[in-house]
């Protein structure tokens, strides 16, 4: 008697996948690009999606030889992710989620997942910590001095803390969101990245205008000719 069961057929535990999906983003990040075709390294040739399905079914296929243990952390983070779509769900008007986000939600909501959805759970870990790290950042804007510091067109130096860099691949540049040591929050767009958030620097700019942050709408002093002048270690 034949008791296999297609693998379209099959359905899993949702936290069960949600939790290696945890432990890939843990060990790997999240990338939706396989390199199987240009790569040989087993580390490097599968994509998010194809490391869950061949770690939780390991039939289909020989080639794939990684091995992905699952951590405590990595049960807590997806018990996390699940709460806090769960929570989100009494306050989401259905209507006005895009298809992907409908997925997320369902598929974080129900108590098993088909073989089809496992795209969509390897990349929720990604989600759930890019929008934690977004309100981070939203939090910490509006929680400095509303005003702006300096005169438009004048040089300054002043000691900052970098809490965004990101790269604007439209302007081939990278945008630094920080605060000051007195609280203020600037804005600059420079070639190279000077800091990752976290970071703390001693900087001379000069001021290019008084504006407000397009996210957060919160009053921002934004630069120009920034040149770093120290690392500082420690500051609060």
Not at 163 to 181: F, G
Not at 199 to 225: F, M, S
């Amino acid at each position: 008697m034949n008791n296999y069961t297609p693998v379209n057929e099959r359905t899993w535990p949702a936290e069960e996948v949600l939790t290696m999906a945890c432990a890939i983003y843990r060990t790997k990040g999240y990338t939706s690009v396989s390199s199987f075709v240009s790569s040989d390294d087993p580390e490097l040739k599968w994509n998010s999606k194809e490391h869950l399905c061949y770690q939780l079914v390991p039939d289909l296929t020989k080639d794939y030889k990684v091995l992905i243990k699952v951590t405590q952390e990595d049960k807590d983070n997806a018990d996390v992710i699940i709460n806090y779509y769960r929570r989100l769900t009494f306050g989401v008007i259905a209507d006005s989620l895009n298809d992907y986000m409908q997925r997320v939600f369902s598929t974080t909501q129900q108590p098993t997942v088909l073989f089809k959805d496992f795209g969509v759970l390897a990349s929720i870990p990604n989600v759930y910590f890019k929008e934690i790290e977004k309100k981070k950042i939203i939090n910490e804007a509006k929680s400095t001095k509303q005003e702006h510091i300096g005169e438009v067109g004048k040089p300054l130096e002043l000691n900052i803390r970098y809490i965004n860099v990101r790269h604007v691949q439209k302007l081939d540049c990278y945008a630094h969101d920080a605060v000051t040591d007195t609280g203020h929050l600037v804005n600059f767009l420079n070639k190279s990245q000077l800091g990752k958030p976290g970071d703390t620097q001693k900087i001379r700019a000069r001021v290019k205008a008084h504006g407000v942050n397009y996210t957060t709408k919160t009053i921002e002093t934004q630069l120009n000719y920034v040149k770093p002048l120290d690392t500082i270690l420690v500051w609060q």
